[in-house]
Each structure stands twice: as C-alpha cells, then as structure tokens.
C-alpha cells in the first residue's frame, strides 16, 4: 500500500505585478486551518514573491517576456513549508529599489525559519511555519501586530 501523500500546492506564476496575489490565494487554501496566524503566511509569501518579482525583471529583456516564479507548498510533519523560486540575478544591492528594503527582515520575522539558496541560479526563499492546532498562540507576533507597529 502506497503511504499517503502529504497535502501541496504547486503552482507556476509569470513574473508580474499580480503574481503576489496569485501566489497568496494558491497557499491559503493548503495554509487555512493549519496555522495559526494565516496572515503571516500570506505577509511572507507576499514578500518573497514581491522579490522575485523585482529581480526576475530587472535587467531581463522586455521581449523575453516575464520571467517566471515557481512557488511550492507542502506540509512536512509539522510544518508547512513553502519555497518561492525564481530565475532571476539573484539578490544584489539595488540603488534604484522601489521598496523599503525590509521585505527580508520582516519574512524572517513572521517565518519560524528562512532558508536562501542562490546555488542553482535565481533564488530559492524557503520559509516553515509550525503547524499547529486553531486557537494556540503562536511564538512569534502575528503579522497585524507588525505592520501595525511600522
């Protein structure tokens, strides 16, 4: 008999403005009820697809078309694991940002770990949050508390 296989989400998004939206609808259909505090998923994700955006994009080609963002969900145990990969340049510094520069900061804040890997070329953000019963307070502050304390 087969063993189960674990709950996941997998999808493939263009390398645009709207992707961050995508990518946070695709993940809280696996993340509700599984975390406790669903808007810090949905924050994180935001960020690191928001990143691969503005990386993805920059010095790319216009004719080329979008770049392209793979973003992965799945429960591992007792975590939810989600990595945002794209093909871009990598994270360098950026004189021209249009952010704040705190996107990073503030998914390692609401994240319970954060992995980078630029080793294959692009970037890989891994982040795992605890999946834990409704009702259980989280370790870390929920995402509401941080953006409202900014």
Do not use: K, Y
């Amino acid at each position: 008999m087969p063993a189960p296989s674990s709950p996941s989400v997998n999808v493939l998004l263009a390398a645009v403005p709207e992707a961050p939206w995508g990518a946070r609808r695709a993940v809280r259909a696996l993340a509700r009820d599984r975390v406790t505090d669903l808007g810090a998923v949905e924050l994180a994700v935001s960020e690191a697809v928001n990143n691969a955006v503005l990386h993805v994009c920059r010095d790319r080609d216009a004719a080329a078309g979008p770049g392209r963002i793979q973003v992965t969900a799945v429960i591992r145990g007792h975590e939810l694991h989600i990595t945002v990969a794209d093909e871009g340049i990598g994270m360098r510094p950026r004189l021209d940002s249009p952010g704040a520069g705190l996107g990073l900061a503030l998914m390692g804040t609401l994240a319970d770990r954060m992995d980078i890997d630029q080793s294959r070329g692009g970037t890989r953000v891994t982040l795992a949050f605890r999946v834990t019963p409704r009702g259980r307070a989280p370790d870390h502050p929920h995402a509401s508390d941080i953006v409202a304390s900014r």
